[in-house]
């Protein structure tokens, strides 16, 4: 029983953390996927960025 509560604590806490994360670069205007979007075909539907196609 205990293990089970400390458990879903680390889970939650680290849910927590990446959700937390993802609001700071969201927040800082950084793409979510953190690979840039060069060569991504959704570039146009994400955070507005303009991306100039090749």
Do not use: R
Not at 9 to 33: D, T
Not at 41 to 50: D, L, M, P, T, V
Request: net charge positive; proline share 0%; with cysteine.
């Amino acid at each position: 029983m205990v293990a089970t509560i400390i458990l879903a604590g680390i889970i939650f806490g680290f849910m927590a953390f990446v959700i937390g994360k993802q609001i700071k670069k969201a927040k800082n205007g950084e793409s979510g996927c953190g690979c840039g979007c060069s060569g991504c075909s959704s570039a146009n539907a994400c955070h507005g960025i303009k991306v100039k196609q090749k």
